[in-house]
């Protein structure tokens, strides 16, 4: 099992950008792969972005691809969401996951972080 924590949301206008992180502890953060989500009140949670182990391969959803670039710092045991040109829709309490069969939607991701909330005013 692996302990996520992440940081960085906040309020920005519609254009802004935000970075948002996620700090791991416990078992080797190297190891897994991981993943962000998001869920907007009143919606289901959805995947945004994944990366594998050694970062190299991303995934994005439609959504995000172009605005938003997922790395990760395996010598920090962290994991990173550069956000930039966000929109009024990308507001959300964003999650970091992490999963030992993959970095796409559709994989299990076995531990979450409590999440951070990102608010876009117009």
């Known amino acids: 099992q692996v302990q996520l924590v992440e940081s960085g949301g906040g309020l920005v206008q519609a254009g802004g950008s935000l970075r948002l992180s996620c700090a791991a502890s416990?078992?080797?953060?190297?190891?897994?792969?991981m993943g962000w989500f998001r869920q907007a009140p009143g919606k289901e949670r959805e995947f945004v972005s994944g990366?594998?182990?050694?970062?190299?391969?991303?995934y994005y959803a439609d959504s995000v691809k172009g605005r938003f670039t997922i790395s990760r710092d395996n010598t920090k045991n962290t994991m990173y969401l550069q956000m930039n040109s966000l929109k009024p829709e990308d507001t959300a309490v964003y999650y970091c996951?992490?999963?030992?069969?993959?970095?796409?939607?559709?994989?299990?991701?076995?531990?979450w972080g409590q999440g951070t909330q990102v608010t876009v005013s117009a």
């Open positions: 990366i594998s182990w050694s970062g190299t391969s991303t």
């Open positions: 416990g078992r080797t953060f190297s190891r897994y792969y």
């Open positions: 996951a992490a999963s030992n069969s993959g970095y796409g939607p559709h994989n299990n991701y076995d531990d």
